[in-house]
């Protein structure tokens, strides 16, 4: 199974940036699609964004598009998070999820999960 592993996170004021980072250990990520999710207090899972094998990416929700984006570097063996323009209500421990080629419908689709990283946007 896919071990990741998330790091990155922290508190941030509300306009600012931080960008998350997935790694594996033993595995190619580039062989995987990887999704970023999120989860707040109290609050489901939700997808944030997921890059294909290919490359190509699929957003989850509006309400990180023109703020998030993912992106991956295949020589460190990283998938990326950046996310910029945080606000308080982008607040929530993330996740890293791996898959086959393709990017799933949700986070149901994805078998292998990190531990998290906590991110607080707050002043």
């Known amino acids: 199974q896919l071990q990741l592993v998330e790091s990155g996170g922290g508190l941030v004021q509300p306009g600012g940036s931080l960008r998350l980072s997935c790694a594996a250990s033993?595995?190619?990520?580039?062989?995987?699609?990887i999704g970023w999710f999120r989860q707040a207090p109290g609050k489901e899972r939700e997808g944030v964004l997921c890059?294909?094998?290919?490359?190509?990416?699929?957003n989850y929700t509006d309400s990180v598009k023109g703020r998030f984006t993912i992106s991956r570097d295949n020589t460190k063996n990283m998938v990326y998070l950046q996310m910029n323009s945080l606000k308080p209500e982008d607040t929530a421990v993330y996740y890293c999820?791996?898959?086959?080629?393709?990017?799933?419908?949700?986070?149901?689709?994805?078998?292998?999960w990190g531990q998290g990283t906590q991110v607080t946007v707050s002043s």
């Open positions: 033993r595995f190619t990520l580039g062989n995987y699609a």
């Open positions: 999820a791996g898959r086959g080629t393709f990017c799933g419908r949700s986070g149901a689709d994805f078998g292998s």
């Open positions: 890059i294909s094998r290919a490359g190509g990416t699929t």
